[in-house]
């Protein structure tokens, strides 16, 4: 079994900052990529930011200059900090690994951002 766990959601002012943190733990021999996903209401889950083992990152354009994803291999744990977060942003993050060849997803952590 794998799990992983979200924490470090919650609510702030436009402007503001959070901290996400994801780790993983049980069957996870053979992780690599790790990310985030929101998903905001009525909207469809997309991708925020990637990051490999060897900690290429990736991100979607409307938050570069903005978040900052990292990891640490040796602790199997993914962080995503958003800094000027903005109403747009607001939405359930999902922490996402992939294990060999199968995806597995956190339960989710809900991030407000209000104006």
């Known amino acids: 079994q794998v799990q992983l766990v979200e924490s470090g959601g919650g609510l702030v002012q436009a402007g503001g900052s959070l901290r996400l943190s994801c780790a993983a733990s049980?069957?996870?021999?053979?992780?690599?990529?790790m990310g985030w996903y929101r998903q905001a209401p009525g909207k469809q889950r997309e991708l925020v930011a990637t990051i490999t083992l060897g900690q290429i990152t990736n991100y979607i354009d409307s938050v570069k200059g903005r978040f900052t994803i990292s990891r640490v291999n040796a602790k199997n744990t993914v962080y995503l900090q958003m800094n000027s977060l903005k109403p747009e942003d607001t939405g359930v993050y999902y922490c996402h690994a992939r294990i060999r060849v199968r995806s597995y997803w956190g339960q989710g952590t809900q991030v407000t951002v209000s104006s």
């Open positions: 049980g069957s996870i021999s053979g992780i690599s990529d």
